[in-house]
């Protein structure tokens, strides 16, 4: 398991907030997450997703669809998602995918 540090605790916590909120809210709403580069983003979305399915108060489902560039997929899948009791077969079954669809160069 990761150990998150108490940067990346504190905006998990505010980035859930507002996710919260937003799917409270009758309007269409985005959030966006922003954080310098080596800030842990990866790591701190990997826990914003399971802390949002996990101990729910109320029905919601989620589907979460996670794109990103070159071969983060494929890290993703091996190294986070499992330490985070994530599934990542749909996550490189997507990537697969959508690899077959662009054209190669």
Not at 26 to 37: C, G, M, R
Not at 71 to 77: F, G, I, P
Not at 86 to 98: A, D, M, R, S, Y
Request: with cysteine.
């Amino acid at each position: 398991m990761i150990e998150l540090k108490d940067y990346q605790t504190t905006a998990i916590k505010n980035l859930h907030y507002k996710i919260e909120n937003s799917l409270r809210s009758s309007e269409n709403e985005i959030v966006i997450f922003q954080a310098p580069t080596g800030s842990g983003k990866t790591v701190m979305v990997s826990q914003l997703l399971k802390d949002l399915v996990k101990n729910r108060k109320d029905d919601k489902k989620f589907s979460f669809v996670w794109v990103s560039v070159r071969m983060l997929h494929d890290y993703l899948a091996r190294n986070i998602f499992p330490q985070h009791n994530l599934c990542p077969h749909i996550l490189l079954f997507l990537h697969k995918e959508i690899l077959d669809l662009v054209p190669h160069k």
